[in-house]
């Protein structure tokens, strides 16, 4: 009984562990896929006016939204809803910034995926 017993126990403990393990590479994943940053460091970086400084701030806001649904999304899903939230990102960008400052983004926004390995490749 003994034996029965400490053998329960056992697989208890190795089913939370591995639990454990699965909500942290959940959680890991999810945090890659968030594309926050501090808006007043990429002002800075940008050099943006007042008005830019909104309207980059508003359509950043929605690109963090899409790729939060992107990171939720099944495998099969998630590439295709990158793609899409990225180009909608760089083509709204594109508008507000001029040629340097685009250009600057573009390298922030690579350096960013490279990072958090969210390479599309």
Do not use: P, W
């Not at 017993?5 to 056992?10: D, E, N, Q």
């Not at 899409?66 to 990225?86: F, G, N, T, Y």
């Not at 600057?104 to 599309?120: E, I």
């Amino acid at each position: 009984m003994k034996k029965m017993i400490l053998t329960v126990m056992a697989v208890l403990c190795m089913t939370t562990t591995f639990a454990k393990d699965e909500n942290a590479n959940a959680t890991s994943a999810m945090s890659a896929f968030d594309m926050s940053v501090n808006m007043n460091k990429l002002s800075e970086a940008l050099n943006l006016t007042a008005d830019q400084l909104e309207s980059v701030s508003d359509v950043h806001h929605t690109f963090c939204g899409e790729m939060m649904v992107a990171a939720q999304a099944s495998d099969e899903d998630r590439k295709e809803l990158m793609e899409k939230a990225i180009k909608k990102d760089l083509k709204y960008m594109n508008y507000i910034l001029n040629k340097d400052q685009y250009h600057k983004y573009l390298l922030v926004l690579n350096a960013t995926f490279n990072n958090r390995g969210l390479n599309l490749k």
